[in-house]
C-alpha cells in the first residue's frame, strides 16, 4: 500500500519536473543555537501560460521543538529541547500526532510528534519574513506534514520562509479535568513553544524573526485567535491570518468545564480507568495507558457526541484565561494586524453531523419539524425553543411556509454557516478595528467545478479557499483529478500575493502586484473583499445575520435564562405525561371504550 503511494508520487514528481533545468536534491546544513541541522535544497520547477518558477527550496522536515511528550510529560506542558551535538537530520517527516486510527492513515503516529517543517527560499539569504501555518482538523486531527500544506508554491512565490509544526491532538492535547491535575491545553502550549523556536532559531534559516505571521484555517484559524488572545505567546509573532476559525469559533472551545471534565472521566472509563475517583487517580492511570488504546477510548467518547466537539481547548485560567468575548469586550488581546474571514458555506460541514443520514443524498430535503430539530440539537447557542424560535423568525422565507414542500435544509447550512464562522468572524473584526488595528476581512464564494464525489449541496465548503491560498495547482505533491484553468491559476496566485504580502507588510495591496484593491475593514464601513477570481467589494455583506447572532440571540439566551429553566421543567413534566401518564390514560380510555361497547 505503502510503497504503491510512493511510486505514484515519483511519476508525478517527474511530471511537475520536466521543465527542471538546474540540479538534483543536495544535503545542506544550517547552524541553529540548538545544534546544526541538514535538511535539503530541492529543485523546484513550475512553468505554464500563466507562471514560471524554476528555482530551488531548502526544506527541512521533523525538527523537534520540544522534548517527546511522553510519560510524565504526557497531559503536562511541553519541554523545550536541549541543544544536540550531532547533526540532525532534517531530510525526512517524522511521525504525525495520534489521531483518528479508523480512518486508515498510512502515516506513522506517535505520541513523540513535537517537530515543524521549515521550508525556505535560501537559507544564505537573510531577512526573509516568516510565515507559519498552524494546521486544522479539529484540534482531533491533521499534520503540518501533509501535502496539502507544502510550503513550496508560497516561498518561491512569495519569498518567504514558511513553517509548519505538529502539536498534540484529541485526547493527548486536550484531556482535561479542570483542575491544575490536568489543566488542558497541551496542544496550545506546544503550538506557543514551536512559536517561540521559530523566533529564536528562524535567521540562520533565512528569516527575520521580526517579521513573523500566524495562519491557520478551521482549528488552526481558532488557534491563531487563541495566541492572539494568549499573552504567552504574544512576544513571537507580528500578525494573524484566521480563516474559517477565530477565538469566538463556538466548536473550538469548551466553555463549560464541567462538561470537559465528564469527557475525560468517560475517556478513562472507555481506557480502562474506571476506578479513578479523581483527577490525580485519572491523571496517573491514564498516563500508564499504552498510546493506541487511549486515542481508541477518545474517539469512542468522541463518536457519543453530537454538538461541540469534546477534546477541544478549554478556558484554564493560564493559557485562555477568561471567555474570549469577555476578552474581546476588554480588549485583552495582542494589538496588531489581522486578516480573517470564512467561506460562504463553511457551515455544511456541520449539516453533515447534523443531518448525517442524508451525507449520500444528492439534493437533500429538511421538512420544517426535522429542520427544527437539527436546530435545536446543533445550533450551539440553543439554550431554549425561544431561540429555535427567533432563528426561524430569522431565516425562513415566510411566503413559502405555507408550501408543504418547503426544503429547510439549506437555510439550516445558512444559519450555522452564520453561527459557527461568518459572524463569530465579524465579531473578532470589529473588536480588532475598533481598537485600532488594521484588518482586512474576506467572504470566499468560488466553488472549483469539482465532477468528484463531494455532492453539489456542500456548496463552497470549509477550506476551499485553501487550494488557492496555497498554490495547490503547482504543489508537486497535490494531485488534482480535475487540472486548474487558466482562469483559476490566475486566481490562486492572486490570492497568493494577497496573503503573502500581508504577511509581510500587514497590508494585502503592498508588495507583489494584486489587480484588485482590498479596502480596510472599518467600523462604520464594514469592507469586505469577495475573494473569487473576479474579486468585488461587498461592505456590509450579511450585516443583518451578524447582529443577529452576535447581539440579539446573545440578548435572548441572558434574558430568557429563567425560561430555560422552566422550560426545562416543563419538558420533564410533559415526558413523564408522555411516557407514563399518558399510556396509563390509554389504557384507562381503551378499558372505558370496551366496557361502553359492552353496554347495552
Ligand atoms: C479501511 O480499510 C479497510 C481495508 O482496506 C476497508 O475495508 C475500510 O472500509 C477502510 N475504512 C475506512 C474508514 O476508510
Ligand atoms: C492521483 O490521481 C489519480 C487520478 O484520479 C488517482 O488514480 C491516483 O490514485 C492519485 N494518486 C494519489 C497518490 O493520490
Ligand atoms: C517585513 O518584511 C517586509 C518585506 O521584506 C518589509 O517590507 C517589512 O518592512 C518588514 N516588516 C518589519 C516589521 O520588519
Known amino acids: 500500500m505503502k510503497y504503491r503511494f510512493s511510486r505514484l508520487c515519483g511519476v508525478l514528481y517527474l511530471m511537475a519536473f520536466v521543465h527542471m533545468t538546474t540540479s538534483q536534491i543536495s544535503p545542506i546544513v544550517v547552524s541553529t543555537a540548538m545544534g546544526d541541522i541538514m535538511g535539503e535544497r530541492t529543485p523546484f520547477a513550475y512553468q505554464d501560460q500563466v507562471v514560471s518558477v524554476d528555482t530551488t527550496v531548502d526544506i527541512f522536515r521533523g525538527i523537534p521543538y520540544a522534548k517527546p511528550p511522553v510519560g510524565d510529560l504526557r497531559f503536562a506542558k511541553p519541554q523545550p529541547m536541549e541543544p544536540w551535538l550531532e547533526t540532525y537530520d532534517a531530510t525526512f517527516f517524522r511521525p504525525i500526532c495520534w489521531q483518528i486510527v479508523e480512518n486508515n492513515i498510512t502515516e506513522e503516529q506517535s505520541e513523540d510528534c513535537l517537530h515543524l517543517n521549515v521550508f525556505s527560499p535560501d537559507v544564505q539569504g537573510s531577512g526573509y519574513p516568516v510565515v507559519v501555518h498552524i494546521h486544522g482538523g479539529g484540534f482531533i486531527q491533521g499534520t503540518g506534514n501533509s501535502a496539502y500544506h507544502d510550503g513550496r508554491p508560497m516561498v518561491s512565490l512569495g519569498d518567504v520562509v514558511y513553517v509548519t509544526m505538529n502539536y498534540r491532538l484529541n485526547a493527548f492535547g486536550f484531556l482535561s479535568t479542570g483542575d491544575p491535575e490536568m489543566i488542558g491545553n497541551y496542544g496550545l502550549w506546544d503550538q506557543s513553544l ?96 499504552e498510546e493506541e488504546r487511549l486515542i481508541i477510548a477518545a474517539n469512542a467518547a468522541l463518536a457519543t457526541t453530537t454538538n461541540v466537539i469534546p477534546l477541544v481547548p478549554t478556558i484554564d485560567g493560564e493559557f485562555i484565561t477568561d471567555d474570549p468575548r469577555h476578552l474581546l469586550e476588554q480588549e485583552k488581546f495582542k494589538m496588531c494586524d489581522v486578516m480573517l474571514g470564512n467561506t460562504k458555506d463553511d457551515g455544511s460541514l456541520v449539516a453533515m453531523r447534523a443531518y448525517i443520514e442524508l451525507i449520500p443524498s444528492p439534493d437533500p430535503y429538511s421538512d420544517y419539524e426535522t429542520f427544527l430539530d437539527r436546530v435545536a440539537r446543533f445550533t450551539y447557542t440553543y439554550t431554549n425553543d425561544v431561540i429555535v424560535n427567533s432563528i426561524a423568525q ?137 475573494e473569487k477570481p473576479d474579486f468585488e467589494a461587498i461592505p456590509g455583506a450579511r450585516a443583518e445575520f451578524n447582529a443577529f447572532w452576535n447581539y440579539y440571540v446573545l440578548r435572548l439566551v441572558t434574558y430568557s435564562a429563567d425560561l430555560s429553566e422552566a422550560e426545562h421543567q416543563w419538558r420533564e413534566e410533559f415526558n413523564r405525561w408522555k411516557n407514563d401518564d399518558l399510556p396509563a390514560w390509554r389504557v384507562d380510555f381503551q378499558d372505558y371504550q370496551d366496557s361502553d361497547q359492552c353496554s347495552p
Open 194 to 289: 514551536s512559536l517561540k523556536w521559530i523566533k529564536e532559531n528562524i535567521e540562520p534559516f533565512g528569516g527575520d524573526p521580526n517579521n513573523i505571521t500566524i495562519i491557520g484555517q478551521s482549528a488552526g484559524g481558532a488557534s491563531v485567535g487563541f495566541h492572539l488572545i494568549a499573552e504567552q505567546s504574544w512576544n513571537y509573532f507580528h500578525r494573524g491570518i484566521l480563516m474559517s476559525g477565530n477565538m469566538m469559533a463556538p466548536w473550538g472551545l469548551e466553555t463549560d468545564s464541567e462538561k470537559a471534565r465528564s469527557d475525560a472521566f468517560l475517556v478513562g472509563r472507555l481506557a480502562g480507568c474506571e476506578d479513578a475517583t479523581n483527577s490525580q487517580e485519572l491523571r496517573d492511570c491514564l498516563r500508564q495507558v
Open 394 to 530: 430569522q431565516y425562513l422565507d415566510w411566503e413559502d411556509f405555507d408550501d408543504p414542500d418547503t426544503n429547510y435544509f439549506y437555510k439550516y447550512i445558512e444559519l450555522i454557516t452564520d453561527e459557527a464562522f461568518h459572524c463569530t468572524s465579524e465579531h473578532t473584526a470589529r473588536a480588532y478595528a475598533m481598537s485600532g488595528n488594521s484588518v482586512y476581512r474576506y467572504y470566499y464564494t468560488y466553488r472549483r467545478p469539482l465532477s468528484v464525489s463531494i455532492p453539489r449541496w456542500y456548496g463552497v465548503g470549509h477550506g476551499y479557499d485553501m487550494p488557492y491560498v496555497f498554490g495547490h495547482f503547482m504543489n508537486p505533491r497535490m494531485n488534482s483529478t480535475v487540472p486548474y484553468s487558466r482562469e483559476e491559476k490566475q486566481f490562486s496566485l492572486q490570492m497568493m500575493s494577497y496573503y503573502t504580502n500581508f504577511a509581510k507588510t500587514g497590508n494585502p495591496n503592498v508588495g507583489n502586484e494584486v489587480t484588485f484593491p482590498w479596502d480596510r475593514f472599518t467600523v462604520p464601513g464594514l469592507n469586505i473583499l469577495e
